[in-house]
């Protein structure tokens, strides 16, 4: 069964560095999305991406971050200047289509810990 | 505001017993409700996936009811096992947005 894959499973990193984290979406599927949970909290929504844009973002996600999709297979999220507060689990998810009827299907997550 | 509450916060079952886990959201428009199993550090799997004209929906051992008009839903596991300690997420999209908010969950413990 096809799933979403993500890298490195664990990232620790010193404040003020760059971090990439990479995703490879379910390969037909057309919408990516990055989300965020900081530990014991909810899972919150940082960006939706579609057709090489970002098509909604939240106020979490400020300047400090961006996402691309290099390449026909890869998605994504740099994190600038790292924080302490951006220590959390980071998931990415893809969907077929946006909606009531479509899944967004997430991967099993990179563990982003900044000292 | 938009939001998603969940109830309770925890919850301990013998293995073979029922349970049931509710959910009230105040999020408008309203468009569908999500139900997804958490594993402990792992990511979100969907569970099941209502529209506001659905009322039941069933995948397996779990049945998922929604009340658009009351603005609850319930997600009843039944013949518990030991795998289904997870943590139980609702999950709505946000308004007129696609952007989903998250319940803060209800964790699970299936005791033998």
């Known amino acids: 069964e096809p799933e979403v894959t993500q890298t490195p499973s664990h990232q620790v990193t010193q ?21 965020r949970q ?11 991406f579609y057709n090489n844009e970002i098509s ?3 106020e979490i996600f400020d ?30 998810a893809s969907s077929a289509g946006q909606g009531g009827i479509y899944e967004q299907y997430f991967g099993p997550g990179t563990r982003l810990t900044v000292t | 505001k ?30 569908n409700l999500r139900w997804y199993k958490q594993d402990t550090g792992r990511g ?24 658009a008009d009351t603005k609850q839903s319930s997600l009843h596991i039944t013949a518990s096992q030991l795998s289904d300690s997870a943590s139980y997420i609702c999950v709505v999209p946000d308004g007129g947005s696609y952007k989903l908010i998250f319940g803060s969950g209800t964790r699970l413990l299936v005791r033998p």
């Not at chain 1, 003020?16 to 990516?32: D, K, T």
């Not at chain 1, 900081?38 to 939706?48: A, H, T």
């Not at chain 1, 300047?63 to 390449?71: A, G, L, N």
């Open chain 2, 2 to 31: 938009n939001q998603v509450e969940q109830s309770p916060q925890s919850l301990i079952i013998l293995e073979g017993k029922n349970c049931t886990l509710q959910c009230n959201y105040t999020v408008s428009p309203f468009s």
């Open chain 1, 15 to 35: 404040m003020g560095q760059e971090v990439i984290l990479r995703c490879v979406p379910i390969s037909n599927h057309l919408y990516f999305y990055w989300y």
């Open chain 1, 56 to 58: 909604e973002k939240s």
């Open chain 1, 63 to 92: 300047d400090q971050f961006s996402v691309e999709r290099p390449d026909g297979s890869n998605f994504t999220l740099k994190i600038r200047s790292t924080k302490l507060e951006d220590s959390a689990m980071y998931f990415c």
């Open chain 1, 38 to 48: 900081i530990l014991g909290q909810k899972v919150e929504f940082l960006v939706s």
């Open chain 2, 44 to 67: 979100p799997v969907s569970l099941t996936i209502m529209t506001f004209s659905e009322n039941t929906k069933s995948n397996g051992r779990y049945t998922a009811t929604l009340d």
